[in-house]
């Protein structure tokens, strides 16, 4: 402690008190004594002020040792000791006093200098205080002996109340040995040892085995002197067995030697914070557990993935091992496992806790939560009886608590939620709550799940409709609040609807705006509650479109309008056909309509005379004949009853029809029929408005021609491309084809027509185009753009090499010159530019715009061609080199063919050889059929191949026999391509002809897709091969557009299972059915089933339990060369 300021000024006080009478007193008697001898002075005040320097450090090592016995003052020690003091002082005063007489005494009788008596006198003056402090030195060890003992005593009993605590164990323990020196009752408590008991045993003992080796090093740290003491977290073991918690705090206590002396350690239960750490971290992963569960909801997209998801989020919840759903049928009995997961093996055993559920209907927890829709909780699952025929599993998974939650979907039972833990009582209240509100959440997303899935399929259907739903405010301007996305096709965006509140008022034509404004007033006075209009909308590419708005009136609880809701349809079409229609009626106007009476039962009864004018008939003539007489012959019955249908259920029909004059020749004509009814409403004649639409049809004709084609050319103009390449898009779209378009641009046609005139550049536009047509299939479409632009239409192509190779030979044909007027020559080139056409393009204005851009591109260098896509014009540049190596190869026989086996599954037997094409490239090496074959299909090489094939195959088969090596049949292959050129009869005939080979001994393979092409209408041709004596199969049967009805009209002999079915036999449901079913088919039919790409003999055996008769693959043989399937020929002697 410090000492009180008061103490310290006392000693200050008396050193100034000291100082002040040392020098004032000791100057005046010196100054007395010597007089005017004023070296005598000086000599004496040197030897005193060194007496004062002695004195007064003296003083101060008395000071300092009374205030520093063990840095502390004790009551005994801080006192001031005045006598010792005052009686010390009073000597000290008493040197210089005695000094002065004793320097003259001895100066006078000794004769010795005066300095000399000063000295001694100064001596004996410090001897007598060194005596009195050493006197007073042993008085203060005496006093502090006595207080230390005090101070001891104090402390032992603070260290015994210390010891004592009730809150935490205290020990003492021998450094050496480690065991016990004393230890207080809350360490007895907390371990469960008497004190004997645990006196008997070292800590080392103490110590769980796992947590040894830790304390074990930290402990040599602090024996070595390392460190001062340590904390560590550990378990001791108690009397009982248990691992309990705690956290030692250790500090080594040492000898004043350094010698250790004894261990100081204080322990802490940490049960029960460990228990709270538990509950703190289930109560973490519980909110984890629904915070993820409520990501599920908001981004799962399908009810097996929120019911996966669901059980692996529950299963990182601590202490759960297992999860799984099962859904139920109407008896609310488990029917099918939805999902499941779990830690370590337990899911490995799911399957046997599954059945074990279906071998006791009824019972188990799952069953109950579903039979009373709530939740079960079982907390100790091995003492249950409900759960007995699950104890097994319970026991070997250690499933200690279970719990089973309903899931609900639409308000319904859905599926039930089952967990388990590892821990007896594992579900409490508070966790139960949180997995039910879990259930809750999975049951919310499956609802969100179903509706949005039915919310998307309307969407679609609405998107897919002419209807554009739009949903408006009864504000100035109509701000729309709603508008389906369909609208896009209007080449409006519903983003631009949404966030202006006055473009829907905008797009409506301004013209009709007002009139709008007054018919909605009108039927908002009226109190109606929907009505229609029909108005122009001008759109943002400023076309104008009539639409049909049919309008619901939307009022709040009060009955003021608040909003509209409307269906949109575009009905420009019928508008501009009405439109029509009325030009039409007007150019005709001149002539009268014929008129005809019938009475109820049909027979005419009046005609006007311009009937009898249109159709050359008296009315004599047809007086009581029925309208029968008029009929041309060229509608169907069908037509004339859906006449008399709609005429019944509606009261009148119109409509075109195709009448006969009375001398035989047919017209067009505008029928309108209505029925004549009396006030009971029975039908008592019919009336019938004739209109001949002979001179209408031709000029619709004439105004259809002029509003779609160029007058120069005749060629489709920009609006028909529109239109054909919207229709594309769409057909694409729907049957994943492809298309391309051609923008073609003539590079000098500008120069040639400002030289020698417009009338020699429409000549050479001309000449352009013919060329243009000759190169073209019937299928694909020219059109001029305007100027010299022209566009290509190439409809259903297989890719970028065959629009290339159109592009290359449009532009060979302007290598040649022009011969205009007067016999003027010139000479033009063409660039073009070509832009795909698959089902994700958006619309024709973007396909022209990509056209436009790669024709831009390729004018930069004329006379050339570019794709939309540089990666198109790589893919085509790599077709047309293939094309022209292929073409070499044909010449020069770098084709060969392989042969594979086949044969019968029960007999093991060859039945035949299948001829596969392949090319060995000198450059590439051996290139697939895959690869080459579509190059061949598009560049019209296929025709070669194919007739190639047929012969190479007949003349083998013809050279083996020649030889004595006896063959089974050879199956070629034929593409759609090769049909189209409607020779292949002629080609098989011939090639047998000429090697002379047994026609049954040649097979010929089709795929379901050539069968069902209507383009290739292949019956004719195949029941001319069969009469030759070939064989016929259907290749990669049940991949393409399987019909039964062909197999019935063609005359099939084989039916070839796909590779891709035979693959997935085994390991697929789906597969295995299917080639069951084929089989099962050619059983029915006769046929024999050849199953493809068989490899494993697993796949063999399970074809051979289906029934199938024969097979080809790798199991048995891969295709040979020629030169290796004579030497197998000749080893298995067929």
């Known amino acids: 402690m410090r000492q009180r300021p008061y103490k310290l000024l006392e000693y200050v006080a008396l050193y100034v008190a000291f100082g002040l009478l040392w020098i004032h007193g000791s100057d005046s008697l010196v100054a007395y004594l010597t007089g005017e001898n004023t070296d005598l002075f000086a000599t004496i005040s040197r030897v005193k002020g060194s007496l004062f320097i002695v004195v007064t450090a003296l003083f101060f090592y008395f000071a300092l040792l009374r205030t520093s016995k063990s840095g502390q003052a004790s009551p005994e020690t801080g006192r001031f000791d005045l006598p010792i003091l005052l009686s010390g002082l009073l000597l000290v005063l008493s040197a210089p006093l005695l000094g002065g007489p004793l320097s003259h005494f001895l100066a006078d009788t000794l004769l010795v200098p005066h300095w000399v008596g000063l000295l001694l006198a100064g001596v004996v003056a410090a001897g007598i205080v060194l005596f009195l402090l050493a006197v007073y030195r042993q008085k203060l060890a005496s006093r502090f002996d006595e207080h230390l003992s005090q101070e001891v005593s104090r402390r032992e009993d603070l260290m015994t109340h210390f010891f004592e605590l009730p809150f935490v164990g205290m020990a003492l323990a021998d450094p050496n040995t480690g065991r016990w020196i004393r230890v207080n009752e809350q360490l007895l408590h907390m371990l469960g040892y008497s004190a004997d008991q645990l006196y008997a045993l070292s800590w080392q003992e103490l110590t769980h085995p796992d947590d040894l080796a830790d304390d074990e090093g930290i402990f040599a740290q602090l024996m070595a002197g390392e460190i001062d003491c ?5 378990r001791f073991m108690s009397a009982s067995g248990d691992a309990i918690p705690v956290r030692i705090s250790v500090r080594l206590i040492n000898t004043r030697e350094g010698v250790p002396e004894f261990i100081v350690g204080m322990v802490q239960d940490l049960t029960q914070e460990h228990h709270q750490q538990r509950l703190l971290r289930r109560e973490t992963s519980l909110y984890n557990m629904l915070s993820q569960i409520n990501q599920l909801i908001l981004y799962s997209r399908s009810e097996q993935e929120v019911l996966q998801s669901a059980c692996d989020i529950a299963v990182t919840l601590d202490s759960l091992t297992f999860a799984w759903v099962g859904s139920c049928n109407e ?47 079982e907390n100790d699952s091995l003492n249950s009886p409900d759960y007995a025929p699950w104890l097994d599993f319970t026991k070997r998974f250690q499933c200690r608590s279970a719990i089973a939650l309903p899931i609900r979907k639409n308000g319904r039972i859905f599926a039930n939620l089952t967990l388990y833990s590892g821990e007896t009582a594992f579900f ?74 006055n473009v829907f008022e905008e797009l409506i034509h301004p013209e009709d705006r007002e009139r709008i404004a007054a018919e909605v007033a009108s039927h908002l006075d009226h109190g109606a ?41 575009d009905v420009t079409e019928r508008q501009v056909q009405e439109s029509r229609l009325r030009q039409a ?53 069908a037509f004339y009853a859906e006449i008399l249908r709609t005429l019944e259920s509606e009261g009148h029909w119109q409509g075109e029809i195709i009448s006969r004059r009375k001398g035989g020749d047919s017209f067009p004509a505008l029928l309108s029929i209505s029925q004549v009814k009396d006030s009971q409403g029975d039908i008592t004649h019919y009336v019938g408005v004739y209109t001949d639409l002979t001179r209408l049809k031709k000029n619709e004709s004439q105004i259809e021609f002029l509003s779609n084609y160029d007058s120069l050319t005749e060629l489709p103009n920009r609006h028909l491309l529109f239109s054909r390449l919207g229709n594309c898009i769409q057909y694409n779209r729907r049957h994943k084809r492809r298309s391309a378009l051609l923008m073609a641009d003539l590079d000098n046609f500008k120069d040639i027509n400002d030289s020698l005139g417009h009338l020699e550049g429409d000549k050479l536009l001309v000449q352009v185009v013919q060329r243009f047509k000759t190169r073209i299939r019937e299928e694909d479409s020219l059109f001029r753009l305007g100027g010299d632009e022209f566009a290509v239409l190439l409809e259903d192509i297989g890719g970028s090499e065959q629009a290339a190779a159109v592009a290359d030979d449009l532009m060979r044909q302007l290598d040649t010159g022009f011969v205009l007027g007067d016999g003027v020559e010139v000479r033009s080139s063409v660039s073009l530019g070509i832009s795909m056409v698959d089902g994700s393009t958006d619309s024709p204005a973007e396909v022209l715009q990509q056209a436009d851009a790669a024709l831009f591109k390729a004018k930069e260098q004329r006379g050339s061609l570019s794709f939309f896509s540089d990666d198109l014009t790589s893919s085509a540049r790599r077709r047309l080199d293939m094309e022209r190596r292929l073409r070499y190869a044909l010449e020069h026989g770098e084709l060969s063919l392989y042969y594979q086996p086949q044969w019968d599954i029960e007999t093991g037997a060859m039945t035949g050889l299948e001829a596969l094409i392949r090319w ?88 379901e897709g050539v069968l069902m092409s209507a383009a290739v209408s292949p019956e004719k041709m195949l029941h001319e091969l069969r009469q030759l004596g070939v064989r016929m199969a259907i290749d990669d049967f049940g991949t393409g557009y399987s019909s039964l009805a062909y197999l019935k009209r ?15 036999l085994l390991t697929s449901r789906e597969a ?63």
């Not at 340590?230 to 550990?234: D, T």
């Not at 479109?545 to 009022?555: G, R």
């Not at 040979?1120 to 197998?1128: G, I, Q, R, S, Y």
Request: glycine share 6%; aromatic share 6%; charged share 25%.
């Open 428 to 501: 409490g209240e508070r966790l139960v709550q949180t997995l039910e509100e879990m259930a809750s959440d999975i049951g919310f997303a499956l609802d969100s799940i179903q509706r949005d899935k039915a919310l998307e399929v309307a969407n679609q259907v609405i998107n897919s409709s002419p209807f554009v739903l739009v949903r408006w405010d009864n504000a100035p301007g109509w701000p729309v609040r709603f508008v389906s996305d369909n609208i896009r096709r209007w080449g409006v965006s519903p983003e631009d609807i949404l966030h202006d509140s």
């Open 1050 to 1064: 063609f005359p099939i002999d084989v039916l070839k299972i796909d590779k891709s079915f035979t693959d997935d």
């Open 529 to 569: 509650l929907e009505y229609s209009q029909l108005y122009r909308m001008v759109l943002p590419d400023q076309q104008v479109h009539w639409v049909d708005d049919h309008t619901h009136i939307i009022t709040n609880e009060e009955g003021d309008v608040v909003g509209f809701e409307g269906v949109l349809v």
């Open 331 to 377: 008896q609310r009995h488990l029917q099918t496992v939805l999902a499941h997961a779990g830690k370590s093996n337990v899911d490995q055993g799911f399957d046997d806790l599954f059945a074990l559920f279906q071998r006791h209907p009824g019972r188990g927890l799952s069953e109950k939560a579903l039979v009373e829709e709530r939740t079960v909780v």
């Open 230 to 234: 340590y904390q560590l977290e550990k």
């Open 585 to 637: 009626a007007a150019v005709v106007n001149s002539t009268r309509e014929g008129v005809i009476i019938t009475d109820a039962h049909q027979r005419i009864v009046q005609v006007n005379p311009a009937f009898t004018e249109m159709f050359d008939w008296t009315e004599a003539d047809l007086l009581n004949q029925t309208p029968s007489v008029l009929r041309s012959g060229l509608h169907a019955p």
């Open 1072 to 1134: 295995s059915a299917v080639v069951e079913t084929i089989i099962v088919l050619g059983h029915k039919l006769g046929l024999t089933v050849l199953a493809e790409g068989v490899e494993t003999s697993d796949q063999l055996e399970e074809l051979e339990r289906l029934g199938c008769h024969q097979f080809q693959g790798y199991l048995r043989s891969k295709p040979l060369p020629v030169n290796e399937l004579e030497d197998f020929l000749i080893s298995y002697k067929c």
């Open 920 to 1007: 060995q490239d000198p450059e590439e090496g051996l290139i697939s059929p895959a690869d080459f074959i579509p190059v061949a299909e598009q560049s019209n090489l296929i025709g070669s191949i194919g007739r190639w094939v047929v012969l190479e195959a007949c003349r083998q088969l013809a050279d083996w026999r020649g030889r004595g090596i006896i063959t089974p049949r050879v199956a070629i292959n034929v593409s759609a391509q090769q049909l189209l050129y409607h020779d292949l009869v002629e080609i098989v005939a011939g090639a047998l002809d000429e090697t002379g080979i047994p026609p049954r001994l040649l097979e010929v393979e089709l795929t």
